[in-house]
């Protein structure tokens, strides 16, 4: 039983950690029909940023975290603005392989600039508590807090604002959104930026997680977080996060029942059994064609 | 004989019944119009005898033969070609393209025979060819063949969407709308172009219109529906005068 | 005099600003670059859009020789007389051959990923597993069940065997593009290469995560010749086939072209088959060219790299991807003392190809080498037979 708490706190680490770059892939989809496949690399640099903020500058964990999501987010919106927004008119398909492109700039960049793998120093006291036999560390405990804070933020954002009915007004209809007074291409950026954003904060959080990192983290990291917002129903804020808490427990629970090397045969697998089942994700809902 | 037999045709979508007992026969060389207020389920009708939806009751036959459950390529290679209410060409695709690849189902070569060019693969290509570019002289496109059918005006437009369904060799004829977005000259060219088509190629034609000038004009037989239920059937001038479908159209006495 | 110049440097860096904001003047710019080179090329009659032709091309010399059906023949046998004279004679340095044999593997790489993605409009992103296969099964047939003597022999047996084995993978993946398109279906091409990855992985047969080693080099520059002209040869006849045209109306609109009488399924099915077949078939010769193989030579980075020379390129076309393969692989090589920049330098130049031409370098087009002559010629048609639809025009 405590085991099974013990490997519930991960799940709920792991998945947190998943959603939160999830929703970065979700929103920008929903809103351009796009994946940016520069998503994951984003979250790379964010936490290098980390790294930076921890190793060069000494800053604390907060003022690190605060740096790295601005960074990030920064960065999101000049990507957009140099790089996706002159495709908007163009095949979809252009737009996904810039992004393609960007993901692997970035990557090659971070390498050229940083061939080594780095280790992040602490950055804050790390202190471990037990309940009963399960182990529960202020690391965990402020990961899990920090991102479910975040997400429900985004929730709120997306539903109660006059900016998130921007967004969703433009998911719905990009040609008729400038019509009714919405500033498209400013609501976009902003978009990016708030998926950047959360993409820098997974990055710190996972830094702060397993604090050896490298260029190439991002690649897997984002493949899989893309795969959790497309299980969740890709275009869907609440799917993205129920499908990164469904990756990460189907990961620990791989990991813990078979030998590692399975845990992404398995994980993969059930994903595929899980999109024949529902073909459209867990809240996407099916787009049909009017005939 | 008998081209088309539905019986009780009905149709669902969520609780919404959008075709109910849709009863109709189609007798080889018909010209037969459905009409009714938009939403009426006139398309659905199209799109069950398509395959697009499978109909939650009821039966639709195609020379004796059923058609429920077959797959929508299936049965236009028996024969039922259709238009679309908003044109749907292939628009990347140049005109000569568009009505070559509706001979699909008649090209007699196999996927071998394809990839290492053998067989009949080159004398049945040639054969396409010749019978897409007799279509297009017929429709007078064959100044465009090699133009994407993108770059078409838009009469023009349609007037490829006929010929592609041409190319499948149908016996039944489903025009969906054909005259939407024309205007009064165009539509007296199309009623001639309908008309000539029916013998020139011996169609069975339905079809699916709002212009009452067109319909009354050309059918033979006019079907009314309204909220998926059919309110009257008979020949133009009875339904014109029917009260039932007056009441559809313009609402009833108190309303007004 | 400094003062100047440091002005002048301030115009050029504002000019240079105002190029890079206002992307419809750099637009203009490299049209006019380009402008006259794509004019000679239409003299010359080298271009053509994909499935048409501009009937106001003059005849030129160019266009007669690159039209002519001798043309391809002759191409043929100097070029398979050279793959055979190079390695023989030694007449380029083996590193040049090298790089030649990895060129003609990309293109089999490129070509296959771009019937179905170019051609077809899906978005697979898992062709590396594929190659896996088609590298892992021919692999185990020359190492581990054909006797050491016949390896030599059976060489293109078991490359073949790889890329029917690949093939038959494929038909298992086409089955869900039945149901789902786009990003669900990429999503599924995804999770495949990543589990046809962690299944070597965990297979000790095979070598595991450490790989395979000890083929031995059978790929050879004829070898390599033969299959890439083979491959690009089957992939053309499909696309001027009723299964090409069928391939390009799912892409255009899948719903019509159903009703159109296109056995979509069957289609798509072919359309996999056939892709896969050939990234196999490239699989097992890249196997025999490094002479060991490990799962992650196959990962998702190496499918991002066939995407990469696919849609820089351009999609649609097979003049396209021998093209952004070729660019690729090259340039790829000719940047090596660049070091790791090279690989910041690639995906730059592959953003700024997809800002200024969404559809790759030849988008669908095609050289006229690779059409089918009837569709970029217009020849007088025969006159109509005499049949029951003969009937004089319609009215107007």
């Known amino acids: 039983m405590t085991y099974f708490f013990q490997q519930a706190l991960n799940v709920i680490q792991l998945g947190s950690i998943y959603a939160l770059i999830a929703l970065g892939y979700t929103m920008v989809y929903g809103i351009l029909t796009m994946i940016n496949f520069a998503h994951g690399d984003l979250f790379m640099v964010g936490a290098f940023v980390c790294f930076m903020a921890a190793a060069w500058l000494g800053l604390p964990f907060v003022p690190a975290l605060m740096l790295s999501m601005f960074a990030i987010a920064l960065l999101g919106v000049v990507i957009e603005r140099l790089a996706y927004k002159p495709l908007r008119q163009a095949p979809r398909v252009s737009a996904i392989i810039t992004a393609l492109g960007v993901g692997l700039f970035l990557e090659n960049f971070t390498l050229a600039l940083s061939p080594y793998p780095k280790q992040i120093p602490p950055l804050m006291a790390n202190q471990v508590w037990h309940f009963g036999g399960v182990a529960v560390s202020s690391l965990q405990l402020l990961i899990i807090a920090l991102s479910l804070a975040l997400m429900f933020m985004l929730d709120f954002i997306v539903r109660r604002t006059m900016l998130g009915m921007a967004m969703r007004a433009i998911s719905c209809d990009r040609a008729t959104a400038p019509l009714m007074g919405v500033p498209v291409d400013r609501v976009i950026s902003i978009t990016f930026a708030i998926g950047a954003g959360l993409g820098g904060a997974a990055g710190t959080l996972y830094a702060l997680a397993y604090p050896v990192i490298d260029p190439y983290m991002g690649v897997m990291v984002g493949w899989k977080a893309f795969i959790s917002a497309v299980v969740g129903g890709i275009g869907s804020i609440r799917g993205a996060m129920i499908g990164g808490f469904i990756l990460g427990a189907v990961e620990i629970m791989t990991a813990a029942l078979l030998p590692s090397t399975y845990r992404d045969l398995i994980s993969f697998a059930l994903l595929l059994v899980l999109l024949i089942f529902r073909p459209y994700g867990i809240l996407g809902k099916p787009h049909t064609q009017k005939v | 004989m008998t081209m088309l037999q539905i019986e009780r045709l009905t149709h669902r979508f969520g609780g919404l019944c959008a075709v109910q007992d849709f009863n109709l026969n189609l007798a080889a060389g018909e010209l037969v119009g459905i009409i009714g207020p938009n939403g009426a389920g006139k398309t659905t009708v199209f799109n069950l005898i398509t395959g697009i939806y499978r109909p939650a009751s009821g039966s639709i036959r195609f020379k004796g033969k059923e058609l429920a459950g077959k797959t929508s390529n299936a049965i236009a290679s028996k024969g039922i070609a259709r238009t679309f209410q908003n044109i749907r060409l292939f628009k990347d695709l140049s005109v000569l393209d568009n009505v070559r690849i509706a001979h699909y189902a008649q090209t007699r070569y196999s996927a071998l025979e394809a990839l290492l060019h053998a067989g009949r693969y080159r004398a049945e290509e040639r054969r396409v060819r010749e019978s897409a570019m007799l279509l297009l002289k017929t429709f007078r496109l064959e100044k465009h063949t090699h133009e994407y059918a993108r770059n078409l005006p838009y009469g023009l437009q349609r007037r490829l969407e006929m010929a592609r369904a041409l190319a499948i060799r149908p016996a039944l004829m489903l025009l969906d709308e054909p005259a939407a977005g024309m205007n009064p000259r165009e539509i007296k060219e199309l009623m001639d172009y309908i008309m000539w088509i029916r013998g020139q190629f011996e169609l069975t034609i339905l079809l699916i219109e709002h212009r009452m000038r067109l319909v009354m004009g050309i059918c033979e037989r006019i079907k009314v529906l309204d909220f998926g239920a059919t309110i009257a059937e008979g020949r133009p001038d009875e339904v014109r005068n029917n009260p039932l479908v007056l009441e559809a159209y313009l609402g009833n006495e108190a309303e007004r | ?396």
């Open chain 3, 1 to 396: 005099m400094r003062r100047e110049t440091k002005v002048r440097q301030r115009v050029r860096i504002h000019k240079c600003m105002r190029f890079l904001r206002n992307r419809t003047i750099a637009a203009g710019i490299a049209e006019r670059l380009l402008g006259p080179m794509r004019r000679l090329c239409k003299a010359c009659g080298i271009f053509s859009r994909g499935g048409g032709a501009n009937a106001g091309d003059r005849p030129s010399l160019w266009g007669w020789i690159f039209s002519c059906r001798w043309t391809a023949v002759v191409l043929l046998a100097l070029g398979f007389a050279a793959s055979f004279a190079i390695p023989r004679f030694n007449l380029v340095n083996p590193y040049y051959q090298l790089i030649l044999m990895y060129v003609c593997i990309n293109i089999i790489l490129a070509i296959s990923l771009n019937l179905v993605n170019g051609y077809m409009g899906e978005f697979s992103v898992g062709h590396a597993g594929f190659m896996a296969v088609g590298a892992y099964v021919s692999a185990i047939l020359t190492v581990k069940v054909l006797p050491a003597g016949l390896g030599q022999v059976m060489f293109p047996l078991a490359v073949a065997a790889g890329g029917a084995v690949a093939a038959l993978v494929g038909l298992v993946v086409a089955i869900p593009s039945f149901k789902t398109r786009g990003d669900y279906l990429a999503i599924v091409t995804l999770a495949f290469n990543m589990i046809v990855k962690s299944l070597f992985e965990n297979i000790d047969a095979v070598g595991g995560p450490r790989g395979l080693l000890g083929i031995s080099k059978l790929t050879t520059l004829p070898w390599v010749f033969v299959w890439t002209i083979l491959s690009v040869w089957i992939i053309r006849n499909f696309v001027y086939s009723r299964f090409g045209r069928g391939v390009l109306s799912i892409r255009e609109d899948e719903i019509a072209s159903d009703m159109m009488s296109v056995n979509t399924r069957h289609v798509k099915m072919l359309a996999f088959v056939v892709s896969s077949f050939f990234a196999g078939v490239a699989g097992a010769l890249y196997a025999h060219l490094m002479q060991f193989i490990n799962p992650r030579m196959f990962d998702i980075l190496k499918s991002t790299d066939i995407l990469v020379m696919v849609y820089l390129g351009g999609i649609g076309s097979i003049a396209g991807s021998i093209l952004g393969a070729s660019i690729y692989t090259v340039l790829l090589e000719a940047l090596r003392p660049l070091g790791i920049w090279r690989m910041v330098f690639m995906p730059l130049v592959l953003v700024l190809v997809m800002i200024f031409r969404p559809r790759g370098i030849m988008g669908f087009r095609e050289f006229r080498l690779f059409m089918r002559r009837e569709d970029y010629e217009d020849r007088p048609l025969p006159a109509p037979p005499i049949a029951s639809q003969d009937g004089g025009e319609a009215p107007t």
